[in-house]
């Protein structure tokens, strides 16, 4: 099948390499023209418009581009490019409202839009891309190929019990979720759920680091191979995911994580999936801790606990410090 794919970032371009090794034929653009020549097996276009005529009816362009005006502005351009029966379909990290927005502008106008909640970060050309879908059947109809190829499919992994007669492509790793919106807004709360097993883990080594610390009595102090906890944590442990995999991946290269500042960055989605909580008056404190931990994690030390720290010494003449100062005094 021939498919357009606007942006060739690191996603961007797997899913063009996933979709030519699976026999699809993707035309692709970016700004940066070398980018697009790079993707082997795909076709490069100058230019939105030379993308969209190399295609034919009833097209369909793939935009893979940050949330915000550079997707705003592409599916804008592309709604004036495109002919009633074509389909945009984003597959970003897009806030929902603004699908639920533009499927509605481009229905007017005869265009169908699918938002596609994209999940398998840089691993997806090997591993496929685990997909949350929303917009019209017809047009999810028409691109099963494509999100087929895409997907990462049944594998080893076992059939869960109770299962028959259910749609089968979910089992394959992608999911017609609802009308427009639906699969970002899935997508939305995957990685807020992301957000709170990362910061368990954190946590959690951060704890078996800290249990060599001079502080702790001799006999409770021990010095645990974080980078072994993560192996053997990954074979048969409840606690067991691809986020452990990644940890033992990352340990195992550095056990210091040397080359890490630890200032996290968040990506919006954590934060729209606290907003969804508020709406919904549904408690989500482990979400929502996550994400107050990855702003903390960028102020080496914020006012807040300056003045917590400031408060103490008025009413208590707390010095700073004095516990850590206290236990290195200890013989």
């Known amino acids: 099948m021939k498919i357009g794919i606007v942006g060739m970032g690191r996603m961007g371009a797997n899913i063009a390499r996933r979709l030519a090794a699976k026999g699809h034929r993707p035309v692709v ?5 070398r980018a697009a020549a790079e993707v082997r097996d795909a076709t490069p276009a100058k230019s939105l418009a030379d993308l969209v005529s190399m295609l034919d009816p009833p097209r369909a362009v793939w935009v893979m581009l940050p949330d915000g005006p550079p997707t705003e502005t592409t599916v804008a351009d592309l709604a004036n490019l495109l002919s009633k029966g074509d389909v945009v379909v984003d597959g970003g990290n897009t806030h929902f409202k603004d699908d639920v927005r533009r499927a509605g502008t481009l229905a007017a106008k005869g265009i ?17 891309f685990c997909l949350m879908i929303g917009g019209p059947q017809a047009a999810v109809r028409r691109l099963d190929p494509i ?37 970002h807004f899935v997508k939305m709360v995957h990685n807020g759920i992301e957000y709170g097993l990362m910061q368990a883990y954190a946590e959690g080594f951060d704890i078996m680091r800290g249990r060599s610390l001079p502080t702790l009595p001799q006999a409770e102090r021990y010095d645990i191979d974080l980078a072994d906890v993560a192996e053997v944590w990954r074979r048969g442990s409840v606690v067991a995911s691809w986020l452990l995999d990644l940890t033992a991946i990352a340990l195992a290269k550095s056990p210091s994580l040397g080359a890490f500042t630890g200032a996290v960055d968040d990506s919006g989605e954590g934060r729209w999936t606290v907003e969804a909580a508020v709406d919904e008056a549904v408690a989500a404190p482990v979400i929502t801790s996550a994400l107050y931990a990855r702003f903390r994690s960028r102020i080496e030390h914020s006012f807040g606990e300056k003045l917590l720290s400031a408060m103490r010494s008025e009413f208590g003449g707390h010095v700073e410090g004095a516990l850590e100062a206290a236990a290195k005094a200890k013989p």
């Open 147 to 183: 999100f087929a190829a895409l997907a990462p499919g049944a594998g080893a992994i076992a059939a869960t019990p109770g299962r028959d007669g259910r749609d089968p492509r979910v089992a394959n790793g992608y999911m017609h979720v609802g009308p427009a919106g639906a699969g």
């Open 112 to 128: 169908d839009y699918v938002d596609v909640g994209t999940s398998g970060g840089i691993w997806g050309l090997e591993r496929g």
């Open 29 to 33: 653009f970016d700004r940066n023209e």
